[in-house]
């Protein structure tokens, strides 16, 4: 069946610049997760979602990274005054139920210029 | 403060030959998973190790855990070319939400 989709696969954005992030999980799926990750380095944790509601959202480095889920399916990550800093791949995660294994989607890289 | 250390962080190995990665984690997990990622690819779940003890095995890869040593193994027994990729290990922390914590990866290169 289909995996974790996510769009856009590429994103180029001015410093300043407010983005959004789409992810569709898996169907069936109750819990999404958001990771980001810089080259080189291993995904870091930003948020979850059990249903509709952001479980975990410590992972998000400051307040100007919201992320909802409003019908407990599709999500969207989304940056307000993008820096230089927020450049990564942004990487969606589903699981059928909390706490099982996540299954990955193909990410959207982020470049901000 | 959790970390997740794997080593090594870059090998080569010729085909044919056997290696072991080293996922060590310095606080208590409750599980514990191992990813496959190709270059520009998204991550690929391969193991996931729930108990002290455990090992799980799929094709040429191994993975174990011990939760006493807060150390897990993925070898890897007569590599060959398509095992090349980044593996990375990830904890779940007890008690503490069920977020991923990464190590940085292990980037493996199997040469003839």
């Known amino acids: 069946g289909a995996g974790v989709s996510q769009t856009p696969s590429n994103k180029v954005t001015e410093k300043g610049k407010y983005v959004e992030l789409r992810c569709d999980p898996i169907?069936?799926?109750?819990?999404l997760y958001w990771y980001r990750q810089s080259l080189g380095q291993g995904p870091e944790f930003l948020i979850y979602?059990?249903?509709?509601?952001?479980?975990?959202d410590s992972g998000l480095p400051n307040d100007r990274f919201f992320a909802v889920r409003p019908e407990g399916s599709v999500s969207t990550l989304k940056i307000q005054r993008t820096e230089r800093g927020d450049s990564a791949v942004y990487l969606c995660?589903?699981?059928?139920?909390?706490?099982?294994?996540?299954?990955f989607g193909p990410g959207t890289r982020l470049l901000v210029l | 403060e959790l970390k997740v250390e794997q080593n090594p962080l870059f090998l080569s190995m010729q085909e044919g030959k056997n290696y072991t990665i080293y996922c060590n984690y310095s606080t208590t997990s409750d599980r514990l998973y191992w990813y496959r990622q190709d270059p520009g690819k998204s991550l690929e779940s391969l193991f996931v190790?729930?108990?002290?003890?455990a090992v799980k095995q799929e094709g040429r890869l191994m993975a174990s855990l011990d939760t006493k040593a807060r150390l897990s193994t993925l070898h890897i027994t007569a590599a060959v070319h398509d095992l090349s990729a980044t593996y990375f290990c990830a904890v779940v922390l007890t008690n503490s939400g069920y977020a991923l914590n990464f190590g940085k990866g292990t980037s493996l290169l199997v040469t003839p």
């Open positions: 995660a589903s699981s059928l139920f909390i706490g099982e294994t996540q299954y």
């Open positions: 979602f059990q249903g509709t509601g952001a479980a975990d």
């Open positions: 169907s069936g799926h109750t819990a």
């Open positions: 190790l729930l108990s002290n003890g």
